[in-house]
């Protein structure tokens, strides 16, 4: 009895991890279509991003699309707010908004605007796009939480050029103190920031030392392992004594060969054919030597 | 030709670049302020800093105390941002700073509000011994960053993201807190600063062709002010309009108020820029959204010349 119910239990994980991969390589074609339609964007750290994007909106996050405000929902915050299509993507597919609006992106008007704006639409939980800011607020979102004694939980995301800011520090300083067991931060290290890697720009190096001294646990996982992500994700709930950071080892530009690792991809919006082309690969329908 | 003034800028340090005690300061946009230019050809003397506005703003204020002419460079929402960090080690200690912030207003377009820097000339005026400064052209940009080589005191020098048309001859020369007649006219003045200069002229174009000879003005020097062609103008055209890619709060049209008002001037002034914080579109959509287009301007100067 025991043996099968494991059995199915295993089943159904490798059932969610199938969906939710599926989910994330739709996220990324979604992207770069929107990216390319607005004629501006940031392919990079959208495609880095959108698994673990994945697991929070189609899995992790309590939400209800019909109900955006509903006082007991997770929140979540994309600190690194230039990123916010591959959200938009997942709003639309979970109802937040019609799909069709996602092709109004960066528009005069449209509520989605080139970083999120929470005043606007409707699902957006802070506006970002200054780096170094949404930990902060989110910091502010889990107090508020213990406040209120919810049980909601915090969810922000980070990047590592991101990481270079300072109030980002006095933040986590901060949830650390305070043993912010309730807000779970993910740092997007995609290597890569606007003009070069990370590490010849100003390297955030040793990272994981650096949030475990400020009384974070830290799980490092490869972001494009869904498994991994999953793992992560159920993990950071069983601690009860701190903040939580998921450190997700990523590539800026994950899925698109050529886009991979290339600061000239950080901010740079596909033309119609490098669209095409990526989405060819995205889809798996890529014929050789098409790099 | 056009050419955006933050391109020019960067071009501009490069040219004054062999004077060692200047130090170009970076928080990881080089490719977008240009300031990449100044690496490449002064790699020794270019501090990149990272995405750490506050502490790049420290970091020149202390190159600056120590002898050098610190050029700090980002977004002009992210150096404005920091309003508190350049009161404190730059404006309080009178430093030698330069600040440089690109992309300002309405007129990045698409990135949108997060990235519009729409209160900056009014945060920058408010500190005491800041000299506020925006060119209208690609020319004027080059001038100005060779004037300040030998100027003394905190500077912010603000910047566009978008090309910007010549409004000025080939041999213009900059002259500090003195703003330029573009155009005469003593029907209406028109006052642009940076990218709204242009959309001044093309106003009084439009509104030569109605009989109406408006004066353009060019207000480079946000602060200090020109006190005397302000009431000149005042003066010989009766009305003012003026035009600034910034919010109405502290801003040239401010500024413009300020000087009128002290003076005991009554001439009507029609003060165009944002009331909000911006949002995306394309840049010459939002200059019509935003009501700072040459359209606009030659509406407001028409309602004005009804008016009395
Ligand atoms: C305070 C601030 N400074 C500069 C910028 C301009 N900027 C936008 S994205 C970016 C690079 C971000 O790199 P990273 O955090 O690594 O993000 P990702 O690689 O995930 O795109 C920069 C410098 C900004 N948005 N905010
Ligand atoms: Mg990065």
Same mark, same amino acid.
């Given at each position: 009895?025991?043996?099968?119910?494991?059995?199915?239990?295993?089943?159904?994980?490798?059932?969610?991890?199938?969906?939710?991969?599926?989910?994330?390589?739709?996220?990324?074609?979604?992207?770069?279509?929107?990216?390319?339609?607005?004629?501006?964007?940031?392919?990079?750290?959208?495609?880095?991003?959108?698994?673990?994007?994945?697991?929070?909106?189609?899995?992790?996050?309590?939400?209800?699309?019909?109900?955006?405000?509903?006082?007991?929902?997770?929140?979540?915050?994309?600190?690194?707010?230039?990123?916010?299509?591959?959200?938009?993507?997942?709003?639309?597919?979970?109802?937040?908004?019609?799909?069709?609006?996602?092709?109004?992106?960066?528009?005069?008007?449209?509520?989605?605007?080139?970083?999120?704006?929470?005043?606007?639409?409707?699902?957006?939980?802070?506006?970002?796009?200054?780096?170094?800011?949404?930990?902060?607020?989110?910091?502010?979102?889990?107090?508020?939480?213990?406040?209120?004694?919810?049980?909601?939980?915090?969810?922000?995301?980070?990047?590592?050029?991101?990481?270079?800011?300072?109030?980002?520090?006095?933040?986590?300083?901060?949830?650390?103190?305070?043993?912010?067991?309730?807000?779970?931060?993910?740092?997007?290290?995609?290597?890569?920031?606007?003009?070069?890697?990370?590490?010849?720009?100003?390297?955030?190096?040793?990272?994981?030392?650096?949030?475990?001294?400020?009384?974070?646990?830290?799980?490092?996982?490869?972001?494009?392992?869904?498994?991994?992500?999953?793992?992560?994700?159920?993990?950071?709930?069983?601690?009860?004594?701190?903040?939580?950071?998921?450190?997700?080892?990523?590539?800026?530009?994950?899925?698109?060969?050529?886009?991979?690792?290339?600061?000239?991809?950080?901010?740079?919006?596909?033309?119609?054919?490098?669209?095409?082309?990526?989405?060819?690969?995205?889809?798996?329908?890529?014929?050789?030597?098409?790099? | 030709?056009?050419?955006?003034?933050?391109?020019?800028?960067?071009?501009?340090?490069?040219?004054?670049?062999?004077?060692?005690?200047?130090?170009?300061?970076?928080?990881?946009?080089?490719?977008?302020?240009?300031?990449?230019?100044?690496?490449?050809?002064?790699?020794?003397?270019?501090?990149?800093?990272?995405?750490?506005?506050?502490?790049?703003?420290?970091?020149?204020?202390?190159?600056?105390?120590?002898?050098?002419?610190?050029?700090?460079?980002?977004?002009?929402?992210?150096?404005?941002?920091?309003?508190?960090?350049?009161?404190?080690?730059?404006?309080?200690?009178?430093?030698? +700073?330069? @600040?440089? !912030? /690109?992309? $300002?207003? *309405?007129?990045?377009?698409?990135?949108? &509000?997060?990235?519009? %820097?729409? =209160?900056?000339?009014?945060?920058?005026?408010?500190?005491?011994?800041?000299?506020?400064?925006?060119?209208?052209?690609?020319?004027?940009?080059?001038?100005?960053?060779?004037?300040?080589?030998?100027?003394?005191?905190?500077?912010?020098?603000?910047?566009?993201?978008?090309?910007?048309?010549?409004?000025?001859?080939?041999?213009?020369?900059?002259?500090?807190?003195?703003?330029?007649?573009?155009?005469?006219?003593?029907? +209406?003045? @028109?006052? !642009? /600063?940076? $990218?709204? *200069?242009?959309?001044?002229?093309?106003? &009084?174009?439009?509104? %030569?062709? =109605?009989?109406?000879?408006?004066?353009?003005?060019?207000?480079?020097?946000?602060?200090?002010?020109?006190?005397?062609?302000?009431?000149?103008?005042?003066?010989?055209?009766?009305?003012?309009?003026?035009?600034?890619?910034?919010?109405?709060?502290?801003?040239?049209?401010?500024?413009?108020?300020?000087?009128?008002?002290?003076?005991?001037?009554?001439?009507?002034?029609?003060?165009?820029?944002?009331?909000?914080?911006?949002?995306?579109?394309?840049?010459?959509?939002?200059?019509?959204?935003?009501?700072?287009?040459?359209?606009?301007?030659?509406?407001?100067?028409?309602?004005?010349?009804?008016?009395?």
């Amino acid at each position: 009895m025991e043996a099968a119910q494991q059995v199915s239990e295993v089943e159904d994980r490798r059932a969610l991890v199938e969906r939710l991969r599926e989910e994330a390589r739709r996220l990324r074609i979604t992207d770069i279509r929107m990216l390319e339609k607005a004629g501006s964007g940031h392919p990079g750290g959208t495609l880095s991003a959108a698994d673990m994007i994945a697991a929070l909106y189609f899995h992790k996050l309590r939400i209800r699309p019909d109900d955006p405000m509903w006082a007991d929902r997770d929140r979540f915050v994309l600190s690194k707010g230039h990123c916010i299509p591959i959200v938009y993507a997942a709003l639309a597919r979970l109802g937040f908004f019609p799909e069709e609006q996602l092709m109004t992106l960066r528009e005069l008007g449209s509520p989605l605007q080139g970083h999120p704006d929470r005043v606007r639409l409707p699902g957006i939980e802070a506006s970002t796009g200054s780096l170094g800011q949404g930990l902060s607020i989110a910091v502010g979102m889990a107090i508020a939480g213990r406040l209120d004694g919810a049980d909601w939980r915090v969810y922000c995301m980070m990047g590592d050029g991101e990481s270079q800011a300072g109030q980002l520090w006095e933040a986590a300083m901060l949830a650390g103190k305070r043993g912010l067991s309730n807000l779970v931060g993910i740092l997007d290290q995609n290597l890569v920031q606007q003009s070069d890697l990370v590490e010849r720009i100003l390297d955030i190096e040793p990272v994981v030392a650096k949030w475990r001294a400020f009384g974070w646990h830290v799980r490092e996982i490869d972001g494009h392992d869904m498994e991994q992500i999953l793992d992560a994700l159920d993990e950071v709930e069983t601690v009860t004594d701190r903040p939580a950071l998921v450190l997700s080892h990523t590539v800026k530009g994950k899925g698109v060969s050529w886009m991979e690792l290339d600061p000239e991809w950080h901010g740079k919006a596909p033309d119609a054919e490098q669209a095409a082309r990526a989405i060819a690969e995205l889809e798996g329908t890529a014929t050789g030597g098409g790099a | 030709m056009a050419k955006a003034t933050r391109e020019a800028f960067g071009e501009a340090l490069v040219r004054v670049g062999g004077d060692p005690r200047i130090v170009v300061l970076d928080g990881d946009l080089m490719k977008s302020n240009f300031t990449y230019l100044f690496r490449e050809r002064y790699p020794d003397r270019f501090v990149e800093c990272g995405i750490a506005e506050s502490n790049m703003i420290g970091v020149a204020s202390g190159l600056a105390l120590a002898g050098k002419i610190a050029w700090a460079s980002s977004f002009a929402c992210f150096l404005s941002g920091r309003l508190e960090t350049i009161r404190m080690s730059v404006g309080y200690q009178a430093a030698n +700073v330069r @600040l440089a !912030g /690109t992309h $300002a207003g *309405v007129g990045i377009g698409d990135d949108g &509000a997060s990235q519009m %820097a729409l =209160e900056d000339v009014a945060a920058m005026r408010a500190l005491p011994n800041m000299t506020v400064i925006q060119p209208g052209d690609a020319v004027e940009t080059e001038r100005c960053v060779e004037y300040l080589v030998e100027h003394e005191g905190p500077v912010y020098l603000r910047l566009t993201r978008q090309k910007l048309d010549d409004v000025n001859p080939p041999d213009y020369r900059f002259e500090l807190g003195k703003a330029v007649v573009l155009r005469e006219g003593s029907d +209406v003045a @028109l006052l !642009g /600063t940076g $990218a709204t *200069v242009q959309e001044a002229l093309k106003a &009084a174009d439009e509104l %030569a062709g =109605e009989g109406v000879e408006a004066r353009v003005i060019n207000v480079h020097t946000l602060k200090p002010i020109d006190h005397e062609t302000i009431l000149a103008a005042a003066r010989e055209c009766g009305r003012l309009v003026t035009v600034e890619d910034h919010n109405v709060f502290g801003g040239l049209g401010s500024a413009v108020a300020e000087v009128l008002a002290a003076n005991g001037s009554g001439a009507p002034l029609t003060v165009l820029g944002a009331t909000d914080y911006g949002q995306s579109g394309k840049s010459e959509e939002l200059y019509d959204a935003y009501g700072i287009s040459a359209k606009h301007v030659a509406e407001a100067a028409r309602a004005l010349a009804k008016g009395s």
